[in-house]
Nanobody, 118 residues
Framework: QVQLVESGGGLAQAGGSLRLSCAAS????????MAWFRQTPGKQRELVAS???????NYADSVKGRFTISRHRGGKLVYLQMNSLKAEDASVYYC????????????WGQGTQVTVSS
């Protein structure tokens, strides 16, 4: 069973930064992709950023230029660097893994809360 554990959430001021980490029980290069999602109560879960096994990255339009997804070269850690935070970035952030391209995201972490004060 794949385990994903997020950390790094907390309180940041608008305009500030946070870095989220996702510790994986597998080498993340062995799956098709890793991603960060976020979900706020009453809203649909949103794909924030993804990184493929080949290190190609994609971002939601709302975070382009502000957030960066990356991973440790050892493959067990995936990061989300969040800069220029806005109030609307406040959410619970989830790490996810997908084994195969075009399939559903198979594994999820428990989430970490990000709060942004204005």
């Amino acid at each position: 069973q794949v385990q994903l554990v997020e950390s790094g959430g907390g309180l940041a001021q608008a305009g500030g930064s946070l870095r989220l980490s996702c510790a994986a029980s597998i080498n993340t290069f062995s799956v098709n992709a890793m991603a960060w999602f976020r979900q706020t109560p009453g809203k649909q879960r949103e794909l924030v950023a993804s990184i493929s096994s080949g290190d190609s990255t994609n971002y939601a339009d709302s975070v382009k230029g502000r957030f960066t997804i990356s991973r440790h070269r050892g493959g067990k850690l995936v990061y989300l660097q969040m800069n220029s935070l806005k109030a609307e970035d406040a959410s619970v952030y989830y790490c996810a893994a997908r084994r195969l391209r075009f399939e559903n995201w198979d594994y999820w972490g428990q989430g970490t809360q990000v709060t942004v004060s204005s």
